[in-house]
Nanobody
Framework: QVQLVESGGGLVQPGGSLRLSCAASGGIFSINAMGWYRQAPGKQREWVATITSGGSANYADSVKGRFTISRDNAKNTVYLQMNSLKPEDTAVYYC?????????WGQGTQVTVSS
């Protein structure tokens, strides 16, 4: 049973940066494509970014050019570097497998962008 633990969120002003981490345990991490997802208040969870086992990345149009996904297979960890943050990026951020989030969802990490 894979467990996912997200961290690194917080309160940041517009234009600021945060780096999120997602640590996975209990399974074979390195062979799976992983994704970051987010859920804003009153909205459905949406996909944000993906990284394959080989390191190829893809992004939602809303974050392209501002967010960077990366992974460290030796540490079973996926990262999301978020720059030029906007108020509309405010959400709880989660990681999971991609394209189908087969793992149990973690608790997520709250990102709030506000002045």
């Amino acid at each position: 049973q894979v467990q996912l633990v997200e961290s690194g969120g917080g309160l940041v002003q517009p234009g600021g940066s945060l780096r999120l981490s997602c640590a996975a345990s209990g399974g074979i991490f390195s062979i799976n494509a992983m994704g970051w997802y987010r859920q804003a208040p009153g909205k459905q969870r949406e996909w944000v970014a993906t990284i394959t086992s080989g390191g190829s990345a893809n992004y939602a149009d809303s974050v392209k050019g501002r967010f960077t996904i990366s992974r460290d297979n030796a540490k079973n960890t996926v990262y999301l570097q978020m720059n030029s943050l906007k108020p509309e990026d405010t959400a709880v951020y989660y990681c999971n497998r991609y394209p189908t989030p087969r793992y149990a969802w973690g608790q997520g990490t709250q990102v709030t962008v506000s002045s």
